[in-house]
């Protein structure tokens, strides 16, 4: 599966007219992912159901906006799993995540101006 989707990166600069605003944008998306990763690994880790789904929705978002391909879907398949109480697959999961956000941290970093 790819990493990311670049036609999102460059769709959002066409819309907004303003490729420096994107590329703060992605900027500051990688600043603040790793407490993104961070608060979905202590929700599960606590069993906290309602911290999870906050902290996996706001993963998924931010990933989609940026074209995170493959953190969004694995974010969609944590909240799958969250949402009908499967801890177990929700586990199972979470175990890719941290790799997953650094593979999509690398893919941003490498076409960020």
């Known amino acids: 599966m790819r990493v990311l989707d670049t036609a999102v990166i460059t769709q959002l600069g066409t ?3 303003d490729r420096a605003f994107v590329d703060r ?14 608060r ?20 998924r978002t931010s990933a989609t906006t940026v074209g995170a391909v493959a953190l969004a879907d694995l974010a969609q398949d944590v909240e ?17 995540l941290s790799s997953t956000a650094r593979q999509t941290s690398r893919a941003l970093a490498d076409i960020a101006s």
């Open 15 to 17: 819309d907004l007219g």
């Open 40 to 59: 979905v690994l202590t929700a599960l880790e606590v069993e906290d159901h309602d911290a999870l789904m906050d902290a996996v929705l706001s993963l």
């Open 80 to 96: 799958q799993h969250v949402r009908v109480a499967d801890t177990v697959g929700a586990r199972r999961a979470v175990r890719r």
């Open 25 to 38: 944008f992605v900027g500051t998306y990688l600043r603040m992912l790793p407490g993104r990763v961070e």
